[in-house]
């Protein structure tokens, strides 16, 4: 396999052999790179560039392709913004600088800082809409930021994000400089199952690989998945079966309840009509006391009336009789004293001897 400065042969070999559904750039992408994506008749290329200035120029020289979009954000473990640094190697610029790059390179050097998007993987597999390639097709994945592969690499491998894509090129350095040499990223990636397909040697400071992963891994994979959700399924419906035995139970025990409760009807039905007899005896009863006391209530209040009119013609005899009892006080003295008289009197000394 023939290499050079950018990505195009390995693009096309892999657009040769498999119809590519998404392309997800990460890191610098040079002119000639994004003619090299553009022509891949990718499904979709999506490219994550941080650089702010240069991800405006790179929208701009794709807009006539709707096929293409570009995320200006850089890659972190959680979200928020970050001071971007442009160096006079823009391929080496990130919001990260490692001290040994101005080592390697003594002419490098900061030409601006700029606020840029931070952004974790997940929102950028959510942003950049990646789901399981159509039937048939491969997700291709370009980690193109020599200095920060290691952490890209390690951000893509946590959480499983690399598990939709079967195709990596990947630029990283020999040494270091990220925090992981190159060989280790090849390591870390064969251990998630990628194997190698090629290497260029040429540089002695960066690595270039491709790696694919298997297609009857996958399938294996898929094929576990599936052993797992089915497992998880036949949990399930065990768990469904015991709750319904017990709602089965519940319901066998409502039943015998019901069952005993209709075998009582007929009792019930027998006391029912005794206490509806007994009822309308008492409500007889209750009518016929409800007359009675009615006429004691009648006579009452005609005693009453009769009372209150004796009462009124005693009161009135006792006036008249102390009225008369004043007019005999009054009458007795004249009476005595003229019976005093009387008896003085010519005549009735005669009649007296």
């Known amino acids: 396999m023939v290499w ?10 892999i657009a040769t052999r498999q119809p590519i559904d998404t392309i997800l750039h990460v890191g610098f992408c040079g002119e000639d790179e994004l003619g090299a994506l553009i022509s891949a008749q990718a499904q979709r290329v999506v490219l994550v560039e941080p650089d702010p200035d240069h991800a405006g120029m790179l929208a701009d020289r794709s807009a006539e392709h709707e096929h293409v979009d570009v995320i200006s954000a850089a890659l972190g473990v959680r979200g928020g913004k970050a001071a971007f640094l442009r160096l006079s190697l823009p391929e080496f610029s990130d919001i990260d600088m490692p001290e040994d ?26 942003e950049a809409r990646i789901k399981p390639p159509q039937a048939g097709m ?27 894509f079967d195709r ?94 209709a075998a009582r009807i007929p009792e019930m039905e027998s006391r029912l009509e005794a206490l509806q007899q007994t009822n309308v005896a008492l409500s007889e009863a209750e009518e016929n006391t409800r007359r009675d006391l009615r006429l004691a209530l009648r006579m009452q209040a ?12 005693f009161s009135a005899l006792q006036d008249a009789k102390s009225a008369q009892d004043m007019l005999l006080a009054q009458m007795a003295s004249p009476l005595e004293r003229a019976l005093e008289a009387v008896s003085k009197t010519p005549s009735a000394k005669r009649k007296k001897s």
């Open 101 to 126: 790059l101005m080592t390697l390179y003594p002419g490098l050097r900061i030409t601006a800082r700029l606020e840029t998007r931070v952004m974790d993987v997940p929102t950028l597999l959510q």
């Open 302 to 313: 005609m005693l009453e009336r009769d009372i209150a009119e004796l009462r009124d013609r």
């Open 138 to 164: 491969t997700h291709l994945l370009i980690l193109d930021s020599p200095v920060s592969a290691a952490k890209h690499t390690a951000l893509f491998l946590e959480g499983s994000a690399l598990q939709d």
């Open 168 to 261: 990596i090129l990947l630029q990283a350095s020999r040494d270091d400089l990220g925090g992981v040499p190159a060989n280790a990223l090849l390591s870390r990636l064969t251990e998630a199952g990628f194997l190698t397909e090629g290497i260029m040697n040429s540089d002695p400071n960066f690595l270039r690989a491709s790696l694919f992963y298997p297609a009857r891994l996958r399938e294996a994979e898929a094929a576990v998945a599936h052993l797992e959700t089915m497992q998880a399924r036949l949990e399930e419906l065990q768990k469904k079966n015991a709750t319904l035995s017990e709602t089965e139970e519940r319901a066998r025990r409502e039943l015998s309840r019901i069952q005993e409760t």
């Open 4 to 13: 050079t400065p950018d990505w195009s042969p390995q693009i096309e070999a």
